[in-house]
């Protein structure tokens, strides 16, 4: 056998088994359910609500001052599962297209709910796109089985609750005043998070600084335009004790992002360049890591999926969330210990969450211990 042909066997091999990793997540769950657990009748509501944030939030492209999300709920033999789809605009999903795509979802045809890998499967072949409304679907079935099981996700994956990350904490773009004030009130989050990517960006660090020696991340949010200023940008930035940033370039510049993070000082991570299972190879090479957010990805089920294969890939891994209750927020909570980076603050963000779920201890992400994603309504 020639050297080449034993190499493209071996390839062939590793990638059976990244296959088999990537597939096999529920294999087994259902096998040891009682049967009278499994039948039943799936009943699937939802409602839209408004999140009003504490502070107006801005990016690279916009100001706002709320979020729409539609809050879901999948009853199944007296018991509920809570799910959640968060909108922000730049996604194009809103409170119509989202409760307009749940009007297609029937799970009354489906009589067992650890069916879930043909469900949500169904349920993503609908339509394309509707990433949010299809996660919201995928929330509340996760959190549905969970509590038929009795368990948490983190233990029905096999994820150690102790090893979770600090998540970071976001200080979005404002008038330096606003952004010193906002800093003090960050004291428990050992990590802050700053949005970059407009002329203001050396201000902007220079006022953090001159109010704390945290580390940072940062996300341009696409908001540069040229490698070689990004480059030096970067390196202005490690000078600073930045720590990983995302998406510095347009996502469609990937010849230019591919050579950036050949000689970034810091690690690069694909935001929104990488939404879907489909996107994460393609992202080896051309970043560091990948950002992964429920909203993007259609929910918990694509999102370990993606965590997987990154991590068969070598390519780091942040958790990250829109602006959600701690109904979304605890649904990726539970993937949190098996990532580098968490950012997952969205909850902290607003000021009329609805649900109790997933905490910040000292600025460490501290799962629910109740069964399903563990959220109860407040
Ligand atoms: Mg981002």
Not at 202 to 213: A, C, F, G, P, Y
Request: aromatic share 6%; proline share 5%; with cysteine.
């Amino acid at each position: 056998m020639s050297q080449n042909r034993r190499d493209f066997l071996k390839s062939a091999v590793l990638a059976a088994g990244a296959a088999m990793i990537i597939n096999d997540p529920y294999t087994s769950i259902a096998e040891n359910i009682p049967a009278h657990m499994k039948s039943g009748s799936m009943k699937l509501s939802y409602r839209p609500y408004t999140l009003e944030l504490k502070h107006a939030f801005s990016i690279s492209s916009n100001t706002r001052t709320t979020t729409p999300i539609v809050l879901t709920e999948i009853e199944f033999n007296g018991i509920s599962g809570f799910g959640e789809a968060s909108m922000p605009p730049y996604l194009g999903e809103s409170h119509k297209t989202v409760t307009d795509f749940l009007s297609e979802v029937d799970l009354s045809k489906y009589e067992n709910p650890f069916d879930l890998e043909n469900i949500l499967d169904d349920i993503d072949n609908i339509k394309p796109g509707n990433t949010a409304a299809k996660a919201s679907v995928d929330i509340a079935l996760h959190d549905l089985v969970g509590k038929l099981m009795g368990q948490p996700w983190f233990n029905i994956w096999g994820y150690d609750k102790n090893k979770t990350p600090y998540t970071s904490f976001t200080i979005g773009i404002d008038k330096p005043e606003i952004i010193r004030l906002k800093t003090k009130e960050a004291e428990q989050y050992k990590i802050l998070k700053v949005k970059l990517g407009r002329e203001t960006d050396k201000e902007m660090i220079e006022t953090i600084r001159s109010v704390t020696d945290k580390p940072l991340t940062t996300d341009v949010n696409q908001g540069w335009k040229e490698k070689e200023k990004a480059l030096e940008m970067l390196h202005w930035l490690k000078e600073r004790n930045v720590i990983v940033v995302e998406q510095p370039l347009p996502k469609e510049q990937t010849d230019d992002l591919a050579w950036l993070a050949e000689r970034s000082p810091i690690p690069i991570i694909g935001d929104e360049g990488v939404q879907r299972l489909a996107d994460v190879k393609k992202a080896a090479g051309v970043y560091h890591g990948i950002k992964i957010k429920l909203m993007k990805c259609t929910g918990m089920r694509e999102a370990q999926k993606m965590l997987l294969l990154a991590r068969s890939l070598g390519l780091k891994v942040m958790i990250g969330c829109m602006t959600e209750t701690s109904c979304a927020i605890s649904a990726a909570s539970h993937l949190s210990p098996m990532c580098d980076w968490a950012d997952l603050d969205g909850a902290l963000l607003i000021k009329n969450d609805i649900f109790d779920g997933m905490k910040v201890t000292d600025g460490k992400v501290t799962l629910p211990a109740r069964p399903g994603i563990g959220v109860v309504k407040i």
